[in-house]
């Protein structure tokens, strides 16, 4: 499956973003979807997750309240609601997809988009 991110952007503090990610070339519904996301000299570390039907999701912990994740099985698209942005959620996002049983969701994906750079200014 090919998947494109995008809508990442510059913002100031406190400002909102929505990134997409389109998936193709599969079928979208057997995957568990997830975003990724890594900093200037970071390794890259799991933002948000959510299971094939949307009724699962995790996140982390810092981006709780402030992020949701989404997706739309028939437009084969998955969304990130970034709100309440924050100079430390600047990044390369990432989305990602696996096949995974619940339990062991989002731990390793088998396909990666290319990335969204967004970046929050004080």
């Known amino acids: 499956v090919q998947l494109q991110a995008s809508g990442g952007g510059l913002v100031q503090a406190g400002d909102s973003l929505r990134l997409s990610c389109a998936a193709s070339?599969?079928?979208?519904?057997?995957?568990?979807m997830a975003w990724f996301r890594q900093a200037p000299g970071k390794e890259r570390e799991f933002v948000a997750g959510?299971?094939?039907?949307?009724?699962?999701?995790r996140y982390l912990d810092s981006v709780k309240g402030r992020l949701t994740i989404s997706r739309h099985n028939a437009k084969n698209t998955m969304y990130l609601q970034m709100n309440s942005l924050r100079p430390e959620d600047t990044a390369i996002y990432y989305c990602a997809a696996d096949n995974a049983i619940t339990s062991e969701a989002f731990r390793r994906p088998l396909y990666w988009g290319q990335g969204t750079q967004v970046t929050v200014s004080s």
């Open positions: 959510i299971g094939r039907n949307g009724g699962t999701t």
């Open positions: 070339g599969g079928t979208f519904r057997s995957y568990n």
